[in-house]
């Protein structure tokens, strides 16, 4: 009769030799990366530790519907607490920290609250904001890299509606109610889709005092097209639908700068604009390894071999979009999306959990397409060489945008909120959190 | 054939001389009292304009549940501009701000965005928590009168526990796992409840490195009774049903102050504890009348006639928590509840809707009983002198709130969020949304 390994029971499966005290696995950052380590590495080999800023597991594909009052933060936000109770997790512990030094020689990763040693450390904290070293553009536009983000987002938005609603003066209006998008990927487009609809469907119920045709969303790309990294047809399919929104979408167009309210641009012109939401860049949270001279490569993110190893650190993985892996087809790096995370996650685990014998298993990148939306209705969605918009493409992007959520509760509570909101076209979360202590940007008074 | 009145079209019934411009009616807060005169009040008589510091009306009975991770912020506010959509309030206009002055002689109110004439102005601004001038206290405890105040006190007590797992000197993590609640009404007993089951059901499985031995909750009530505006009965029965969750109940126990985390009572005796709940007092947000020598009475609250009109200044009301009307059985004012302010507030509305020869009706206030609940399966109510307690009283609680809840979808998530947290003994919501701009508590590090 075959032995069989009980969780939390000790493994009989004789896999591998169990050492009298387990190997400490490292993992930071409780996102798809580092949750899906923790979920499918091998536990009765592992002792594996969890450590996150956060206490929550979030969701950064509908930070944008955050932003634009669709959602509620706490709908695509999870405890990792609650997570690593079930059975999947069974033997992992978390640590609340937000890592400080990373130390490869002494094996140790200090954070805000403590020092942990590691056996083996798994770098998986994903990515921030990049702003290309443009002065002063952190401080006065918003982002959409994190749930806390996403709420400011929200909230400035509101206020600037709120405070145009009050306003007599013509010229401060319109600097009020021009919301500039910076960045014509997915994020970009999503997000100026989302104020499209404000301005089509709710201003005229909603702010009676605002004229719509004074509200202006543009959305600002660099480069000739919308959506570069998927097909040529779903940019021009996203390009219609956002003009159909009355979103203005420039191309070509190249920030320079933005100072005094005004955005400049490389070839010239300007945007008086209160509201500049910034989605043209990431990098890495790429913390130093100390004890070593390895440093980041290009966008702060670790070069990685075929098997998610730092090259030239022992005992340290990266995956996810804080990893550099190159691969056939990706000269430059596969990209910074969800799926490479988790993909690279299971390869990880698997590679971890192997007889001491076995030979690393090479990661292979499976692309299953990528999809994006603009608005109810609409969405482009590219598969395996074929292409989806309309109304279908819209139920797939729900459908898998649903099924990823971490938690029934969280599922359920979107799926009424998304009803909600296509049969009513509007929203009851148009809600402008502000408190006393913490304040809206200084100089909106 | 009766003329019919038909909302937004001209008045045609003749209840009273239309002029040929409105008078206007300022009604300060969105609250229960300030929505239901802005809904009662005849539309066609009155230009009506809301001004309230948030664009949400908010739910205060269940902050306690924000406070707890029982239920997301959003499910209790409600947006003010949507609200107004609505039939009842047709005509309806809805102002963002934070009065600054009021100045009854030139019949003005000054927000911090622009200046309001009015005809008839409704003080309905509610309360705030009242700290007795015990020095510093404002700064360091955690209280329940808002949502965001909420929302801070939620993140800290999960910042308190996640430090506490971490945390292995032994006389720290008693103090940040003391928990103390200071004021035995109803915000503090359901706080102090919620506590409880935190303690008793959640902390095992989610904080397995925590002993819940160690956690303490504490409530403090400086009278000999829990529920003093209850019957006595249900005094003693939330007494015993917070000692079978674990809570310690100290009766007669007055709080002198509140330094490097220790708190010291009037008897000598002191507790050190990192959170302190404060929901031991409450005053009128009372806002200075300017160009008349009427003061606020006791308790920040406008001393206010039969028919709610501020004595002594002419064109001014005042209802809810700000007004301070004695009746029969009330010697010393009506209590600062919500059913107070709404009754107010449906008298005030047809006072103010009267034909001019109109006597005006003095308020009336019908006590329709009182309700508060200690955790799951528990509550207790007080209804025309019968009393009731247990699993019905804790049904008939949550129905009263679910049915108070403004909006179709905040009642069905929160009907959702309840249903799940019954089944689960857990919660989807234990989410510490920190944020770089906003810091815990600066000593929190």
New interface residues.
């Given amino acids: 009769m075959m032995p069989v390994c009980k969780p939390g029971a000790p493994c009989a499966c004789f896999k591998y030799m169990r050492t009298e005290q387990k190997q400490r696995l490292l993992i930071i950052g409780g996102g798809f990366g580092g949750l899906s380590v923790a979920r499918y590495v091998d536990k009765s080999k592992w002792e594996v530790v969890l450590v996150d800023r ?3 597991h979030s969701f950064p594909p509908l930070f944008y519907q955050v932003a634009s009052s669709g959602l ?4 695509i ?3 990792l ?2 997570e690593i ?1 079930g059975r999947h997790y069974r033997g992992v ?1 978390f ?3 937000d890592v400080r030094t990373i130390d490869v020689a002494a094996k140790k990763v200090v954070t ?3 020092t942990l040693h590691y056996d083996t450390l798994v770098l998986a904290a994903g990515s921030t904001n990049n702003f290309f070293g443009i002065p002063d553009l952190e401080k006065y536009v918003f982002t959409l890299k ?4 996403a ?2 987002c929200r909230n400035e938005v ?1 206020a600037c509606l ?2 145009a ?2 306003c007599r003066d013509d010229a401060l209006r319109r600097r009020l109610l021009t919301f500039v998008v910076v960045g014509g990927g997915p994020t970009g487009v999503e997000i100026a889709g989302a104020l499209g609809e404000l301005k089509r469907y709710v201003l005229k ?5 605002i004229d719509p045709g004074e509200m202006r969303v543009v959305l600002v790309e660099g480069s000739s097209r919308l959506l570069g990294n998927m097909s040529a047809k779903s940019g021009e399919d996203a390009f219609k639908a956002l003009g159909s929104l009355l979103v203005e979408v420039q191309l070509g167009k190249v920030m320079k700068g933005y100072a005094d309210k005004v955005l400049s641009f490389a070839d010239g012109s300007t945007i008086a604009a209160d509201s500049v939401i910034w989605t043209a860049g990431i990098t890495g949270v790429a913390i130093p390894l100390e004890g070593t001279d390895v440093r980041p490569a290009r966008g702060g993110r670790w070069a990685v071999d075929a098997s998610n190893a730092v090259e030239g650190v022992p005992d340290v993985y990266a995956i996810g979009d804080i990893s550099l892996q190159t691969a056939d087809g990706y000269p430059s790096g596969l990209p910074q999306v969800a799926p490479v995370a988790m993909q690279q996650a299971r390869c990880l685990a698997r590679n971890l959990s192997r007889y001491a014998d076995e030979p690393m298993e090479p990661f292979r990148y499976c692309d299953k397409g990528s999809m994006a939306t603009i608005g109810r209705n609409r969405a482009v969605v590219d598969m395996r060489g074929f292409h989806l918009s309309g109304r279908i493409a819209w139920f797939a992007w729900m459908f898998v945008h649903l099924m990823s959520l971490l ?1 029934m ?2 599922r ?2 979107v799926f ?2 998304w009803i ?1 909101g296509y049969f009513t076209f ?1 929203s ?11 304040p809206l940007r200084s100089y909106w ?1």
């Fill in positions: 956060n206490n929550y509620e933060p706490s709908t936000s999870f405890p607490r609650r109770r512990s640590h609340f920290g805000d609250y403590e994190s749930t806390t983000e709420i400011r509101l709120e405070r609603a009050l119920r909603e702010y009676p005092s938690g509760r969280n359920t509570v009424i909120n909600w509007s009851g979360l148009r809600l402008l959190m502000r408190s006393d202590r913490y008074k």
